[in-house]
């Protein structure tokens, strides 16, 4: 009796797994109905031997798809097993989940299946039982399925906290030539009216006229891109995501490196080492954008069009331009502090606050817990010795790379170790 | 020096501080009286428990500190680490003797240790949050053992409380012997005997105290865990690093595999 339900959970979470949003954040859902759940700050309950955090019960409601995307598992035609959860299903899966504090809620996306009109209202179809009838406070991220109409679109951001549509290759080019038939133009469209949307609710608040004004997609939206697949440059990758992130107000974009699924000879052939590193590398552009101040033009340009690999982005900009250091601990603005590789969000603050009570010295920022060996290079504080020459970029990351506990060197170039 | 012995509790603590001010004493080391060993030159003092003078010191340090700082102070006495303790008094002597403010002073060594603490305690406090698996109960109870590094349950009441309104849980800590079980209305303490009838040294519930939902569900989550990795991903590194192995038995998705 087990084994039907067993099975397609297994098609249908492991063809959901290349989505790599996991987020289960944002939103502010409280449960004042004496129902059951809320979704605030996000938690990750496991973490998969990828080292993956599992937050959401993260499924297809089904892998049946009238498309033919190069890149993707469920493509039609590839010969995989085929399956699809019924409403009933997947609510009662995720109470069961939520219930055993397994999860924070249910991530949900689909095969396109008849049209994208059908395929939507299933999805919010299921999101409305589990808010109204379960009263289910926790966490809903839905796919929105490119083409459903406005209607479905505005409901489905009634009972969703999140909602997303892959942007699947960086650029347009790149798209093309996997998956014909599809167009960022259709991405923009429902992503446009989505933001449009969740402003206009925002908007109808401030006025106060109407009481209570629901929530409409509290946590934002998001995208994602599949990295190394196509021969997108990182700029070319960054520029898109900044794009996205200005145009859109995204959340977040997410960078997934590309799992050989596919003998296809457009693509990097089964058996090849998913770009990790590199993505890892995307990750840390995003972070320096969207929480250090950096312009994604300063990260990565003509002259610079790919990140490097065996030194993280903000070194590699601060090696740029080593012109702008060392700067001063005890007097450099926050948001010069910010820059300096080895100091981080939590420590530039401490430094600031710290610094109103006197000159702070080498061995208190270590106790704030800078990665002083890296940042040294970089900075002056009350007892930094005078320094008699200006050390030259090739050596300075010469000497970092020595001194540093080997967390590059240990890594061969693009590739992870994988144990 | 003086030596200062008192009983691990706040109470005993806050009044360990008071003391220090009525004494007029220049420099105390505060022991907890379980690591306590006597010595020839020590000048030790027991310290006892006074309510009154506890509440004094508190409302001193609710004077100077924001409702945030004294959460911190709070959570950082839960680790029952007694280095904690003598920062916790350290710090205390510090805020008082300097004007407002100074708890922003991360280049103080007192600081900055209560706030390092404060933060592998709220990183324990997080993992409940996370690692809480119920197994419902064929009286319809969700119980879930548990053995945090430090005495976090005060700190997740509300958070369970609010997420967990429409169903009656228990949260035992094993080591402490202590737990928390909500009975659709409030949250209270329980002691060993209310689950006298768990064996709670084992993780899994025997099959006749379940609820007939409880095996497929958890059967469902482990093959979830499963099928949800990507092997040509593989990183025990971070897996282990996010997922410390001594949590594992406690995770019905990790069974088996330590």
Redesign the interface.
Known sequence: M?DR??EK??IL??A???DVSCSSSGSKR??DN?????ASNG????????????SL??ILLTNHCIYDCAFCVSRKSNDVKRAAFTVDEVVE?TM??Y????IEGLFLSSGIFKNADFTMERLVRIAKRLRLEE?FNGYIHLKTIPGASQELLTEAGLYADRMSINLEMPTEMGLKLLAPEKSHEDVKMPLGFIKDTITQFKDEKKTGLIKSVPKFVPAGQSTQMVIGATPETDMEIMYSADEYYKNFSLKRVYYS?Y??ISYDDRMPMIGS??P?LRENRLYQTDWLMRFYGFNVKELLNSKNPHLDTDIDPKLSWALRNLDQFPIDINTADYRVILRVPGIGVQSAN??V??????R??SD?LQ??GIAYNRAKHFIRCADSPVMLNEPDAPHLKNVILTESSSKYLKVAQNQ???? | MTTYIFDGSLEGLLTSIFEFYDRKEKSVQLVWNKFYQPSMLDEALEVINDETKARRVWEGLKKKLSPDWRTRFYKSYLSEDPQTFQDLFDFARYIFDSPAGAEANFGNPHVMAISKMDKRVNREKHRMKAFIRFQQTADGIYYCPVEPDFNVLPLIVSFFKNRYADQQWIIYDVKRKYGLFYDLNKVQEITYEFVSEIDTKKVALPAELTDAKEELASVLWKDYFNSTNIPARKNMKLHIQHVPKRYWKYLNEKEGKN
């Open positions: 087990y339900i067993r959970l297994g979470a492991d959901a797994k290349y409280k449960n004496k129902g059951i759940g809320d938690i990750c309950h496991t973490y998969t031997e990828d080292g993956r955090c599992v019960l993260k899966l069961s989940f219930r055993r504090n397994y009263r490196g799992i050989p080492q998913p990790l401490k430094i606050q710290a610094r109103k009570f006197g702070l010295r208190q106790k704030i992870l170790s994988l144990f």
